[in-house]
């Protein structure tokens, strides 16, 4: 059975940094790309950035291109992303998800709140 | 960037009834449409992956269609399980986007 665990997640002041891992299970991790997707407070779903199989490709939505960094460590089937000069709209709770057919399996999602 | 228009905003049916939800691209996205369902205070779940497939251990009831840029997510019989919101997402070009979503309520 595919598992995603994110973790990481708190509460945080803007301007700061905070890395999210998510770690994967039930699955050969190193097969395939994987994305990651937010949620705000009472809001809809948005894509956030995704990473090839290898790491060789990545791909961020324009509001944290420079920002955040998504990056995967295949020995250790785990999943990050790099969270740098965090702003109050990045609140949101931070889902990872395989892509074997689409956004297949998701973790439970981590909760980041940038607040002062 | 592919804008994703979902409607309705919000719909309620009874249970046993035919239900039919649509999501709208701004462009054409060859059929690379997915739908999610969400339930209360938890992660969203893949349905229906490029139009029409049918995720493994999803209820036969869920079914999708479309091309272009109008696709439809039908849920043939209204169950209470189904009480839930519904994104579709569109994964033809970067950045992917994801509608408004349907949120469904039994009446």
């Known amino acids: 059975e595919v598992q995603l665990v994110e973790s990481g997640g708190g509460l945080v002041q803007p301007g700061r940094s905070l890395k999210l891992s998510c770690a994967a299970s039930g699955f050969t991790f190193s097969n395939y790309g994987m994305h990651w997707i937010r949620q705000a407070p009472t809001k809809g779903l948005e894509w956030v950035a995704s990473?090839?199989?290898?790491?060789?490709?990545?791909y961020y939505r324009d509001s944290v291109k420079g920002r955040f960094t998504i990056s995967r460590d295949n020995a250790k089937s785990t999943l990050y992303l790099q969270m740098d000069s965090l702003r109050s709209e990045d609140t949101a709770t931070y889902y990872c998800a395989t892509a074997i057919a689409a956004m297949d399996a998701w973790g439970q999602g981590a909760s980041v709140t940038v607040s002062s | 960037d592919i804008q994703m228009t979902q409607s309705p905003s919000f719909l309620s049916a009874s249970v046993g009834e035919r239900v039919t939800l649509s999501c709208k691209a701004s462009?054409?996205?060859?059929?690379?449409l997915d739908w999610y369902q969400q339930k209360l205070g938890e992660a969203p779940k893949l349905l229906i992956y490029n139009t029409n497939n049918l995720h493994t251990g999803i209820p036969s009831r869920f079914s999708g269609s479309g091309s272009g840029t109008d696709y439809t997510l039908t849920i043939s019989s209204l169950q209470p399980e189904d009480v839930a919101t519904y994104f579709c997402?569109?994964?033809?070009?970067?950045?992917?986007?994801f509608g408004s979503g349907t949120k469904l309520e039994i009446k």
């Open positions: 997402l569109q994964r033809n070009s970067w950045p992917l986007t």
């Open positions: 990473i090839s199989p290898s790491g060789g490709s990545t």
């Open positions: 462009q054409n996205i060859n059929k690379y």
